[in-house]
């Protein structure tokens, strides 16, 4: 019962997620996304990998395919997207016993599932199957966001075709000098002071939304405030996610065809 | 602007955990001075002046303080005084003030957000050059000094840059700690300690006056009269192994050696006694208490004891006066008793009172005397003490050193002349928190224009009523009208055959004007609720609202929020209907006047005809209400008669009450109920609510002894039980006596509350009082706040209004709870005050000989009652001539046995010998007792305005003894 009420009533972030020079607790502004760090093509092995740094929040993204699917995923319409999404023992402050195969991992792997089938053209590949792999190396809040960020450049360094970049950002509320003010790409202390989180996976060249979910109930005023602010992030992403795929390849075919040769 | 720069973790080690934090630090932080030449800043950024112009006598250069953090902890009341500007507020300051005192940390953002101040907050924390990062092994104090002296020498250099030399503000540092200084001074960091810097500061008098007195509390000294304090850590481990337990440490009023806390896992509360038991602690603070063993468990004292020494100088009292001789363990009034050892929290707050000057002339040692009486007498040190004498002061607390008998303070502000019915009026307001500024011109801005008149479309919006004779009942007086009433009988009849009216209430429709998140909301919210004092009213919404475009006046056209019944012949409900409406009162009548309409046979109108309605429908109502258990209880309330000119108290009358006034009354309950039973319904999260716990059996202990011995057992397992038998509680011919057992009773209850439905079940939403499962407050927006957010609610459930988010949100209905409930009691308090002060200037230069009942019995005095007067206070009376019956609750001298509920005859004077408690002395007249009782000097003065029982006194009094035993007799004989 005492669950249930906490679910069902709107809960308030306290109020001093900004400080009174408009500051947050790690010192950025609301609009201000943490510091993302990326490098591609990190492993031989699998067809595309990569690295992503968001703040403390590392994750590490591997692909393999796309291959010849197995008969029972088998479509003939369109390629099967296998996700696998887990999370190091020691990514969270406690340890972790069980870094994949739980509830909330399977969550995790469902719903990136569903933003990268949105940005795969899916249709070019039937009867195959591309396998994505992320390992979350450190958890310091939006670990799936990078985990979306992370896999996009794996899939672009595999080769796959996408339509476009599918980004994901998270967004908060807070108040500043009793106006909204929402804020961008939460970190782990912020999720914990017990604000709303959303969550969205965008397509942001095409302006689609590939994925939305809410942590608690925010009141629909304030809704699109916090949505606007998610999508900006998106697109702040992608500009970033843009450049390292451009750096990569202007410096990384030569090494590359070493490699291969 | 999105930059991220030097990216550095700040690592937190937890027991186990090992936490690292992002911390950004930014090359777009502004310094805030005029003199920069570097920072790209706008005007409006720019807060510290280009040229300040020095005060004080040690630095003849311009220049900016940098403070240190226990300079804003300790000197916040230094630092409000307007003489210190352009002021550099470090962040690192701002952060360790908000997590030692949150209460000091509001203080400086206000000092900070007002622009005259040239306070600026830096960032430091966060910039690229002033950042600091902590040194293995360096302690977080320590790192934090380096920080603020770190950020200082930035500016110092920072200013200098394109600047000439000599042109450019320099940087002091304000510390109190040597260490810091030092270190400082090597660095080539100019400082001083506050103490040097203020004490030469030209032009402002009085400034030195106001420097906290510091002491380190706990250090060792000599003449210790307190045992120390436990540290922190030791009072931690002592509460999680059993030994020591936390509680808020209440002062009596009646006895300044005494005290209590509550405690968890005890049922009473734990008795703390005597200046070593109480060590130190001051009434609010949050304490440590040891408990006492077993065989030292004593039992609160039933002795008045007033802190009447002349300033003694530095010794305790005994505290043996305090005991009571007869310990007996088995008595049922043992309760645990401890001992104060440590302070977890301080709760001091600002304190009105007045200046005892010292005997020696010259002194600046002085003793300040609160006029709360839970709080000790304060030691403060001012130069001005001949001019403040004769002034009500408010006074801050800094420490309570070990040696001292009295806690250490400073003066603060001068409040007015005592006696001055403004700076009485302030004291009252002050001391029960009443926030009672001005309308800021943020909140005046939210209101409409003074000739706003009800536009076309919203009518168009509402149900227009006006056509309905809707009518106001209401005190002599009132300017705040937000009630008004209708009722006609319907065409059709039920289907019994019973007539059908349709009865209707509407309610001033403040939420049209007062807005969500507004200034004025807010300011609104803040204060919660409208304070009357006898002379006084304090607003909760500005007037242009409260007595005007809210107030429902007769034949003026107004917004209101309307509940409609159908009700039958026997007052049942049979259907409700809420709408925001337009409605224009025919007529705004007085209690009084809406009686002699009702009553005059003669009138037939529609207003006469609707109030015949709704008054015989009251009276069913009323009925049913009784029978279902509702309780009728009484407080002795009067009214002043004011002096137009003056607006001193003329006379005191009790409160007539008339049929209309319970008429309104039933009807208000009704919306309210009806209104709450909807919200409940409709938002079982968020609804707010009033609820009345029933009171636990514990406290009708000394009341149900006092009814037997009366002769009457009153039952007090329900409420409807209790109705019934305060009913039975009569005795002919002392008509006072019911009402007097009913005040009694109103005594033993406790509080209702508000509450947001969220937060209790069901079953505890009972109001015990009113016998209604369900209740809150909806007819009153324009004085209350509750019922501002009921509008909202319901205007929200039926369609008329939107919600918004702090609306729905059960945290925030719960906070906004606790304020309601904490101003709702405090503007109770304040205008009880109110009424006391004005019974004082009443009673100036005058006696009175009047009837009063005992309330209760103590140790060496009675507590009584003055009917007429709603008076109460101590007959004190001589242990040489009184024995006090523990056992019987019982004062027993020769013949004359005085108990509770006992009627005498007391005589009223003001004793004015000292200006801060000025208190009236009850002296007793009847039964004659000699050399305790009154004996009137010049027997032949009669006064002709006296009543019977009067006359009878001076009777006794020209017969002395003999006399008194019969009038004793007769009393016994009454029973």
């Known amino acids: ?259 291969t040769v | ?230 540290t922190p850590s030791q009072i931690h481990t002592g509460i999680r192994n059993g030994k020591l337990h936390q509680g808020t440490f209440h002062a009596s009023r009646d006895n300044f050696m005494e005290g209590t806390a509550s405690v968890s896992g005890y049922e009473k509360p734990v008795l703390l006694q005597g200046h070593i038991g109480i060590n130190r602690a001051i009434d609010g603070d949050i304490v440590a208490i040891e408990i006492l063993p077993k065989e030292e468990w004593s039992k609160p004292s039933d002795i008045v004891l007033e802190d009447k020494a002349d300033d003694p100088g530095d010794f305790l009292e005994d505290p043996t006066l305090l005991k009571s001789n007869v310990v007996d363990t088995a008595d049922d009034d043992i309760t645990p008793t401890g001992k104060v050892v440590g302070i977890i929290k301080r709760k001091w707050r600002q304190y009105c009172g007045v200046l005892l000057p010292s005997q020696f002339p010259g002194a600046t040692r002085h003793l300040f005397t609160p006029a709360e009486k839970r709080i000790p007498r304060v030691r403060i040190e001012t130069r001005q003490s001949n001019l403040l004498v004769s002034q009500r002061i408010l006074v801050a607390l800094d420490s309570w050193p070990r040696n001292s008998r009295y806690p250490l303070g400073h003066f603060v502000r001068s409040l007015g002349l005592i006696g001055d019915k403004n700076a009485e009026n302030e004291v009252i307001l002050l001391e029960h928190d009443v926030p009672h500024a001005r309308f800021s011109e943020a909140v005046l801005a939210c209101l409409p224009p003074d000739d706003w008149t009800i536009p076309e479309e919203e009518i168009k919006k509402r149900v227009d009523l006006r056509s309905i004779c809707v009518c106001s009942v209401d005190p002599p007086g009132c300017t705040d009208i937000d009630d008004a009433l209708h009722a006609r009988e319907l065409p059709a009849q039920t289907r019994d055959g019973l007539k059908k009216y349709d009865v209707g209430v509407h309610i001033a429709d403040v939420t049209h004007f007062v807005r969500p998140n507004t200034a004025l909301d807010k300011e609104a919210a803040s204060r919660s609720t409208t304070v009357y004092l006898v002379d006084k009213r304090i607003d909760m919404v500005p007037d242009l609202l409260s007595s005007n475009l809210c107030s429902l006046r007769g034949g003026e056209e107004r917004l209101a929020f309307s509940c409609v019944w159908e009700i039958d012949e026997n007052a049942n409900v049979l259907s409700t209907k809420f709408h925001k409406s337009v409605i224009k009162s025919r007529a705004a009548m007085t209690y009084e006047q809406a009686q002699i309409t009702i009553d005059e046979k003669s009138r037939n109108d529609d207003i006469a005809s609707s109030l015949r309605i709704l008054n015989a429908l009251a009276k069913k109502m009323k009925q049913k209400r009784l029978d279902n258990g509702a309780l009728l209880l009484a407080s002795p309330e009067i009214r002043f008669q004011v002096d137009s000119e003056t607006h001193d108290p003329i006379e005191v009358q009790a409160k007539k009450i008339m049929d209309t006034n319970s008429m309104v009354e039933e009807f208000m309950l009704l919306a309210n109920v009806s209104v709450a039973q909807h919200l409940a319904a409709e938002f079982p999260q968020c609804a707010l609510l009033r609820r009345h716990p029933p009171p636990p059996p514990a406290n009708f202990h000394t009341f149900l002894k006092a009814a037997r011995q009366q002769g009457f057992e009153i039952d007090v397992s329900t409420n409807k039980s209790f109705s019934k038998s305060l009913d039975a509680a009569v005795i002919p011919g002392r008509p006072f006596f019911n009402t007097l057992l009913r005040i009694m009773a109103t005594r033993c209850m406790q509080q209702a509350v508000y509450f947001s439905s969220g937060t209790k079940t069901q079953d505890e939403f009972y109001h015990y009082g009113l016998a209604c499962p369900i209740y809150t407050h909806f007819t009153s927006p324009i004085r209350r706040y509750a019922d501002v957010i009921v509008h909202r609610l319901l205007a929200a459930c039926v369609g008329a209004d939107v919600t918004h988010a702090t609306l729905l949100d059960t945290k925030a209905a719960d906070a906004l709870c606790e304020n309601l409930n904490y101003r709702h009691r405090q503007a109770q308090y304040a205008g009880r005050a109110s009424v006391a002060l004005n019974t004082h200037i009443l009673f100036k230069n005058r006696e009175e000989i009047e009837q009063a009942v005992v309330l209760a019995v103590k140790r060496n005095a009675l507590q009584v009652l003055i009917p007429k007067y709603g008076l109460e206070g101590p007959l004190y009376l001589p242990s040489d001539k009184f024995v006090y019956n523990e056992e019987e609750n019982v004062q027993i001298c020769g013949g004359t046995v005085l108990k509770t509920f006992d009627e005498l005859t007391v005589r009223l004077t003001l004793d004015s010998t000292n200006m801060q408690h000025r208190k009236l002395v009850y002296q007793l007249v009847t039964p004659y007792i000699p050399g305790v009782s009154y004996v009137k000097e010049n027997e032949d003065s009669n006064e002709p305005a006296m009543d019977v029982e009067v006359v009878d006194i001076s009777e006794t009094t020209n017969k002395r003894k003999d006399t008194d035993s019969k009038s004793t007799k007769k009393k016994k004989s009454k029973k």
């Open chain 1, 1 to 259: 019962m005492a669950t249930l009420r906490v679910m069902d009533s709107f809960l308030m972030p306290g109020p001093d997620l900004l400080s009174s020079q408009g500051l947050r607790l790690d010192g950025r502004r609301p609009n201000e996304l943490r510091r993302i760090r990326c490098k591609l093509g990190v492993f031989t092995q699998p067809d595309g990998s990569a690295y992503l740094e968001q703040g403390n929040t590392k994750v590490l993204a591997a692909v393999y395919g796309p291959h010849q699917a197995s008969k029972s995923k088998s479509s003939t319409e369109a390629v099967v997207v296998n996700c696998q999404y887990s999370m190091a023992t020691f990514s969270t402050g406690e340890r972790k016993n069980r870094p994949r195969g739980d509830r909330k991992s399977l969550e995790m792997s469902l719903h990136l599932r569903q933003a990268l089938t949105a940005a795969i053209k899916t249709e070019l590949y039937p009867r195959s199957q591309i396998d994505i792999y992320i390992e979350v190396l450190q958890a310091d809040g939006g670990a799936y966001c990078a985990s979306v960020n992370a896999a996009t450049l794996a899939l672009v360094d595999a080769g796959v075709p996408l339509r476009a970049y599918v980004c994901a950002c998270t967004a908060s509320m807070a108040w500043h000098g009793g106006s909204p003010a929402p804020l961008l790409d939460v970190g782990h202390v912020e999720e914990a002071a017990g604000g709303v989180v959303l969550t969205v996976a965008s397509l942001p060249s095409t302006g689609s939304i590939a994925l939305l979910e809410m942590s608690h109930r925010l009141h629909s005023d304030y809704f699109e405030n916090v949505l606007s602010r998610a999508l900006q992030g998106c697109r702040d992403i992608e500009v970033i996610l843009d450049k390292a795929v451009r750096d990569h390849l202007a410096e990384g075919w030569t090494k590359q065809d070493v490699v």
């Open chain 2, 1 to 230: 602007m999105w930059t991220t720069k030097t990216f550095l973790t700040k690592t937190k080690r937890g027991n186990v955990l090992k936490i690292v934090r992002e911390h950004y630090l930014r090359d777009d932080l502004l310094c805030g001075s005029e003199a920069c030449n570097v920072c790209p800043q706008k005007d409006d950024d720019i807060v510290l002046e280009a040229k300040p112009a020095s005060i004080c006598g040690l630095f003849d250069y311009s220049h900016y303080l940098v403070l240190d953090t226990n300079v804003v902890l300790h000197q916040i009341d230094v630092l409000e005084e307007d003489a210190l500007k352009n002021v550099i507020i470090l962040q690192t300051v701002l952060e360790e003030v908000k997590h030692q005192n949150t209460a000091m940390y509001q203080r400086l953002l206000e000092i900070i957000g007002n622009k005259k101040r040239k306070f600026y907050s830096f960032v430091n924390e966060h910039h690229k050059d002033t950042y600091v990062e902590r040194k293995p092994g360096e302690k977080q104090n320590d790192r934090n000094d380096r920080a603020i002296r770190k950020a200082a020498e930035w500016y110092a250099s920072h200013l200098s840059i394109n600047n000439v030399a000599g042109q450019f503000p320099q940087i002091v540092l304000l510390t109190d700690d040597e260490n810091n200084r030092k270190i400082a001074q090597e660095e080539g960091i100019v400082c001083c300690s506050v103490k040097d810097y203020i004490e030469n500061v030209n032009g402002f008098v009085g400034l030195a006056d106001k420097l906290s007195k510091n002491v380190m509390p706990e250090s060792y000294s000599k003449d210790a009269l307190y045992p120390a304090h436990l």
